[in-house]
């Protein structure tokens, strides 16, 4: 069943309150929902309130206080007739959590009870209009096992507790801001927290928990500063304060996705939130940091305004992805998140924009809505706040989203809404703006740059390519700022912001006696492709001059990407390789060398283009091909720069680890030149390797020689392998990068290890982090997903047929590899399309993994 946005109508029945009660136990949860049910004057009236449900039966349904026969089932969803205005329905629900492998609704983690709602799990719970533009106050009474459950959590505040007969206890607690059913929580379990205050702005205090289980508190101090740090941030950079006296955080080891925002108590992934110098990478720190900002500025941008409809969930995903953006450039470099930020975007999802899972950032349809949890809507959806911010300027910026959420406070808003209070906060004129919201695919903006007397002619052109549904295109507005360089003086004189908004135009500079060079989508202003075949001489003019940082690493990039794609084609003679080598040694020996440069920022500009992003760059390509010249440019390029690149592992191997910027950036360069290194010489990289290996006193420096290690022959992969498997074999998420690191090994039999890996008892399918860690890590290594024999396929396919029953939201999360096998060359395409098409063949598919794979199918 398709559902489409153009079918939008406004709930017949409002649910201005829910009391629930739970009867907790691992196995048998007892539900008793009791709804104050209202007809809605702007709903189409009638008098059935159709309730939605999702493998539940209701075990017994009164209307104002009498039991009823007027209800019936309607597939999953439950019909009562009500003859009214006003009535309170009840109805109650048994639930077994530990049976639910499919993390929706209530489900037992680790002996814990937790919840995860959005978008469609509350109907999981009770019988319920599980819609986001239902919004109720929610009164949640819980009782349980207080040895089992000593620790029990809601929404809100904590309003009444005490003990029970037999050793159970109860909790009572209160949420005042009406919410949809999606952001409601419920933890139960043993816990302990981390504990701290933060005052917000205006004076509240709020009390901060993170609750861990016992043993972990002593890796949630991140987490914590993170917290304090998103709350301050959130204030000054927004002006948006917390609003209750709590404010609780959750670990749970099985989750589907990163975290959840539920109002007043966020439930987490592990992974994101337990961090500490010996079992967590730079990288990890970065991402915890990252996602609590995340869910707390959810607190705003996406609770107090909420989406009308999951069309809309761009609305909070995308703002709310640019605004712990923003957040984490604050905390850290600017520079280096920008970067990481559009490889994120440009490795997966211009992929998806260029797919059979197309769509725009405000979908027009779906089958399920969890499959449209995509990087298009969090991370092409950031993207396009960003370019109204761009045109807007910072503080007209603010003025738009001031008015935005007072205009919209405790309301369920669509993207339209957003879009109108940007137009009336800061001036602009977003009609033809609105293009980015209903228009999928990725523009390609063709450069010209011409010399008219002493004028500078810039020409560009866009073409949005067709994309599913959606054959032909209108041009976007598309706002890129550019600079013009003198290439003598190697200065510019001052950036400049264009909008193309027309299929073609020019651009006119004067006062250039002699051709400048070209700086354009600085900041990656605009998430466009560029195509602008270019000098070799001005990429590295660039590389070595732009002030802008993004730009600077664009043009290595650009440098790199230029060589490799004539080198795959197989347009490269033999001077051309040896120039474009050249090149492109010159330009990453001054990034080495250049003592202007902070090691974070170098460290992030001698990371060579991805093979996915390489793909991306031909309309159909062979994945051997494309891997076979990126190592050998790799290992031409360590050889050649081994002494550069020794020197500056030895200068960055003996420094302490601490958590500032200069230690961080040398960590940083350390793997960068190793991963070098060995490409050149892998017997001086292993030896290399297994020395940073076992000096290491943090993860970072651990994990960045075993991934070295781990691509090399010899005892001393084995050896490091077992080592780090001793040592931290009790720690679930190092135990996952265990496993990730194996899977994602550049050894020609990485399939049958895999295969042996599966095998073992601590791969646990029905934890949706270790099934990542082995088969997502396998889906990114050329060496096992594409496997000329197409083994690579097999694996995932089976996967994905045995992971279906147990878990649909994660198997349908592997359909989209296969599903690019358009873009791959015959052989290996012939054997995606294949695995496709068994698993289309499978009967009781569920409708994620069948949605994803018929569209593949196309
Ligand atoms: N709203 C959450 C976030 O981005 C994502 C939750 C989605 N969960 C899911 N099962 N589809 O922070
Ligand atoms: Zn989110």
């Given at each position: 069943?398709?559902?489409?946005?153009?079918?939008?109508?406004p709930?017949?029945?409002?649910?201005?309150e829910?009391?629930?009660?739970?009867?907790?136990g691992?196995d048998?949860t007892?539900?008793t929902?009791?709804l104050?049910v209202?007809?809605?004057?702007?709903?189409?009236?009638?008098t059935?309130?159709?309730?939605?449900?999702?493998q539940?039966?209701?075990?017994?349904?009164r209307?104002?206080?009498h039991d009823?026969?007027d209800?019936?089932?309607d597939?999953?969803?439950?019909l009562?007739?009500?003859?009214g205005?006003?009535?309170?329905?009840?109805?109650?629900t048994?639930?077994?959590?530990a049976?639910?492998s499919?993390?929706?609704?209530?489900?037992?983690?680790?002996?814990?009870?937790?919840?995860?709602?959005?978008?469609?799990?509350?109907?999981?719970i009770?019988?319920?209009p599980?819609?986001?533009?239902?919004?109720?106050?929610?009164?949640v009474?819980?009782?349980?096992?207080?040895?089992?459950?000593?620790?029990?959590?809601?929404?809100?505040?904590?309003?009444?507790?005490?003990?029970?007969e037999?050793?159970?206890?109860?909790?009572e607690?209160?949420?005042?801001?009406p919410k949809?059913?999606?952001l409601?929580?419920?933890?139960?379990?043993d816990?302990?927290?981390n504990h701290?205050?933060?005052?917000?702005?205006?004076?509240?205090?709020v009390?901060?928990?993170?609750?861990?289980?016992?043993?972990?508190?002593?890796?949630t101090?991140?987490?914590?500063?993170?917290?304090?740090?998103s709350m301050?941030?959130?204030?000054?950079v927004?002006?948006?304060?917390?609003?209750?006296d709590l404010?609780?955080?959750?670990?749970?080891?099985?989750?589907?996705?990163?975290?959840?925002?539920n109002?007043?108590?966020?439930?987490f992934?592990?992974r994101?939130v337990?961090?500490?110098?010996?079992?967590?990478?730079d990288?990890d720190?970065?991402?915890?940091?990252g996602v609590?900002?995340?869910?707390?500025f959810?607190?705003?941008?996406?609770?107090?305004?909420?989406c009308?409809?999951?069309?809309?969930l761009?609305?909070?995903?995308?703002?709310?992805?640019l605004?712990?953006?923003?957040?984490s450039?604050?905390m850290?470099?600017?520079?280096?998140?920008?970067?990481?930020?559009?490889?994120?975007?440009?490795?997966?999802?211009?992929?998806?924009?260029?797919?059979?899972?197309?769509?725009?950032i405000r979908?027009?349809t779906y089958?399920?809505?969890?499959?449209?949890?995509?990087?298009?809507?969090?991370?092409?959806?950031a993207?396009?706040?960003?370019?109204?911010?761009?045109?807007?300027?910072?503080?007209?910026?603010?003025?738009?989203?001031?008015?935005?959420?007072?205009?919209?406070d405790?309301?369920?808003a669509?993207?339209?809404?957003?879009i109108?209070?940007?137009?009336?906060?800061?001036g602009?004129?977003?009609?033809?703006?609105?293009?980015?919201?209903?228009?999928?695919?990725?523009?390609?903006v063709?450069?010209?740059?011409?010399?008219?007397?002493?004028?500078?002619?810039?020409?560009?052109?866009?073409?949005?390519?067709?994309?599913?549904?959606?054959?032909d295109k209108?041009?976007?507005?598309?706002?890129?700022r550019?600079a013009?360089?003198?290439?003598?003086?190697?200065?510019?004189?001052?950036?400049?912001?264009?909008?193309?908004?027309?299929?073609?135009?020019?651009?006119?500079f004067?006062g250039?006696?002699a051709?400048?060079?070209?700086?354009?989508?600085?900041g990656?202003?605009?998430?466009?492709?560029?195509?602008?075949?270019?000098?070799?001489?001005?990429?590295?003019f660039?590389?070595a001059?732009?002030?802008?940082?993004f730009?600077?690493?664009?043009?290595?990039q650009?440098?790199?990407?230029q060589?490799?794609v004539?080198?795959?084609?197989?347009?490269l003679d033999?001077r051309?390789?040896?120039?474009?080598?050249a090149?492109?040694?010159?330009a990453?020996?001054?990034v080495?060398?250049d003592?202007?440069?902070d090691?974070?920022?170098?460290g992030?500009?001698?990371i060579l283009?991805s093979?996915?992003?390489?793909?991306e760059?031909?309309?159909?390509s062979?994945?051997?091909?494309?891997?076979?010249?990126?190592?050998?440019l790799?290992?031409?390029?360590?050889?050649?720069?081994?002494?550069p690149?020794?020197?500056?592992?030895?200068?960055?191997?003996?420094?302490?680890?601490?958590?500032?910027?200069?230690?961080?950036?040398?960590?940083?360069?350390k793997?960068?030149?190793?991963?070098?290194?060995?490409?050149?010489?892998?017997?001086?990289?292993?030896?290399?390797?297994?020395?940073?290996?076992?000096?290491?006193?943090?993860?970072t420096?651990?994990?960045g020689?075993?991934?070295?290690?781990?691509?090399l022959?010899?005892?001393?992969?084995?050896?490091?392998?077992a080592?780090f498997?001793?040592?931290y074999?009790?720690?679930?998420?190092?135990?996952?990068?265990?496993?990730?690191?194996?899977?994602g090994?550049?050894?020609?039999?990485?399939?049958?290890?895999?295969?042996?890996?599966a095998?073992?008892p601590d791969?646990?399918?029905?934890?949706?982090?270790?099934?990542?860690?082995?088969?997502?890590?396998a889906t990114?290594?050329?060496?096992?997903?594409?496997?000329?024999?197409?083994?690579?396929?097999?694996?995932?396919g089976d996967l994905?047929?045995?992971?279906?029953?147990?878990?649909?939201?994660t198997?349908?999360r592997?359909?989209?590899?296969?599903?690019?096998?358009?873009?791959?060359?015959?052989?290996?395409?012939?054997?995606?399309?294949?695995?496709l098409?068994?698993?289309?063949?499978l009967?009781?598919?569920s409708?994620?993994?069948?949605?994803?794979?018929?569209k593949?199918?196309?």
């Open positions: 069943p398709v559902i489409r946005r153009e079918d939008y109508v709930p017949a029945w409002l649910i201005p829910v009391a629930l009660d739970f009867k907790l691992l048998a007892h539900v929902a009791r104050s209202m007809r809605n004057t702007a709903g189409k009236g009638g059935t309130l159709r309730l939605n449900g999702d539940i039966a209701p075990l017994a349904v209307v104002d206080g009823v026969n209800w019936r089932l597939g999953p969803d439950l009562v007739e009500l003859s205005e006003r009535h309170v329905v009840e109805i109650e048994a639930l077994n959590p049976a639910n499919q993390l929706m609704g209530l489900y037992a983690s680790n002996g814990m009870l937790c919840t995860q709602c959005e978008a469609e799990g509350f109907r999981r009770t019988f319920f599980d819609r986001p533009d239902v919004l109720s106050t929610y009164t009474r819980m009782s349980g096992n207080k040895a089992e459950f000593p620790i029990l959590l809601a929404n809100g505040n904590c309003m009444a507790s005490g003990p029970g037999n050793g159970m206890h109860w909790a607690w209160h949420d005042p801001w949809p059913g999606y409601f929580a419920l933890v139960a379990g816990l302990v927290a701290a205050t933060f005052e917000t702005m205006s004076g509240r205090k009390d901060l928990n993170i609750w861990v289980r016992p043993g972990d508190e002593a890796r101090e991140h987490a914590m500063q993170s917290l304090i740090n301050k941030w959130d204030e000054k927004f002006g948006r304060e917390y609003d209750l404010f609780n955080i959750v670990a749970v080891s099985d989750f589907n996705m990163g975290a959840m925002e109002k007043g108590l966020n439930v992934n592990t994101y337990l961090a500490d110098p010996e079992t967590a990478t990288a720190y970065d991402a915890v940091e609590i900002g995340h869910e707390y959810h607190n705003w941008s996406g609770n107090r305004v909420t009308r409809d999951w069309f809309q761009s609305l909070k995903e995308g703002f709310t992805v605004r712990d953006q923003m957040f450039a604050d850290g470099s600017a520079a280096v998140k920008r970067i990481e930020d559009v490889r994120v975007l440009r490795g997966a999802q211009f992929s998806e924009d260029s797919g059979p899972l197309a769509h725009p979908p027009d089958q399920e809505i969890s499959n449209f949890y995509t990087t298009t809507i969090y991370n092409k959806g993207e396009v706040i960003r370019m109204m911010r761009t045109m807007a300027g910072e503080e007209r910026f603010r003025k738009g989203t001031d008015l935005y959420f007072e205009r919209h405790g309301e369920a669509t993207c339209e809404d957003f109108k209070a940007m137009e009336d906060g800061t602009l004129d977003l009609t033809q703006f609105r293009l980015w919201y209903s228009q999928a695919g990725t523009p390609q063709a450069v010209e740059l011409t010399q008219q007397g002493e004028q500078a002619v810039l020409a560009l052109s866009q073409t949005v390519p067709p994309t599913p549904g959606q054959p209108q041009p976007m507005p598309i706002p890129l550019l013009l360089f003198d290439r003598h003086t190697g200065r510019h004189g001052g950036e400049k912001l264009i909008v193309l908004d027309k299929e073609r135009d020019t651009f006119t004067d250039f006696p051709p400048p060079v070209l700086s354009i989508n600085r990656f202003s605009a998430p466009v492709a560029i195509q602008y075949p270019r000098a070799t001489d001005d990429l590295v660039l590389a001059h732009d002030d802008d940082p730009a600077r690493y664009e043009a290595l650009q440098l790199v990407v060589h490799l004539a080198a795959i084609s197989g347009t033999e051309a390789r040896e120039a474009g080598r090149a492109i040694s010159q990453l020996g001054s080495i060398e003592p202007a440069l090691d974070l920022m170098r992030e500009l001698m283009p093979e996915a992003y390489l793909a760059q031909f309309p159909v062979d994945p051997g091909a494309v891997h076979k010249e990126r190592q050998a790799k290992r031409w390029l360590g050889a050649h720069l081994a002494e690149l020794k020197a500056l592992h030895d200068r960055a191997l003996a420094v302490p680890y601490s958590r500032d910027a200069a230690a961080r950036g040398k960590r940083k360069i793997t960068q030149a190793l991963v070098l290194i060995a490409a050149g010489d892998p017997a001086e990289g292993g030896r290399r390797a297994f020395a940073q290996y076992n000096a290491a006193d943090n993860m420096d651990r994990q020689a075993l991934k070295v290690l781990v691509d022959e010899g005892p001393e992969r084995e050896q490091a392998l080592d498997r001793a040592r074999g009790q720690n679930a998420l190092v135990v996952d990068k265990w496993f990730s690191l194996q899977a090994a550049l050894v020609p039999n990485v399939l049958d290890h895999i295969a042996v890996l095998q073992r791969f646990t399918i029905t934890n949706p982090n270790r099934v990542r860690a082995l088969y997502m890590t990114t290594n050329p060496n096992a997903f594409h496997h000329e024999s197409g083994a690579g396929y097999r694996m995932i994905i047929r045995r992971l279906d029953p147990i878990n649909a939201q198997a349908a592997f359909v989209p590899a296969l599903g690019r096998w358009r873009r791959v060359e015959p052989g290996r395409a012939g054997i995606m399309r294949e695995e098409e068994r698993i289309a063949a009967p009781g598919l409708r994620d993994v069948r949605e994803q794979v018929s593949s199918l196309g």
